[in-house]
């Protein structure tokens, strides 16, 4: 459940692209389903930091999902998403892009 490899988007059918995502990325999986105990908000941001950093040194996706009723709900929960994006935007190697669009670009690269 904290497998942070980094994913590569892939062709489902023609004009069907997957985004990839991991479980480990996913807030409402770790904080309120997680199989060994909840975790906790340092622990959200240190994975989905090394998630990033996995993606960003190999050039790959990582998706990091954030349900405002998860992780809007209280302070500590909410700075790990700050935490998380404040490293994103140090890092002149990353790009922030929706997965509409990863999908769109990824379709016209993969025909």
Do not use: K
């Not at 994913?7 to 692209?17: H, S």
């Not at 479980?23 to 060994?36: E, G, K, N, T």
Request: proline share 5%; with cysteine; hydrophobic share 50%.
């Amino acid at each position: 459940m904290d497998n942070v490899d980094c994913v590569e988007a892939a062709l489902l059918a023609p004009g069907l692209a997957h985004i990839p995502w991991r479980a480990a990325m996913v807030d409402s999986i770790q904080y309120l389903r997680h199989p060994v105990r909840p975790r906790s908000p340092a622990e959200m941001a240190a994975t989905w930091i090394a998630g990033i950093e996995r993606a960003a040194t190999s050039g790959g996706v990582a998706t990091m999902v954030v349900h405002a009723y998860v992780s809007g709900v209280d302070g500590q929960r909410f700075q790990a998403v700050r935490d998380a994006l404040t490293f994103v935007r140090s890092r002149s190697n990353i790009s922030v892009t929706g997965a509409g669009a990863i999908a769109e670009r990824f379709l016209v690269t993969n025909i």
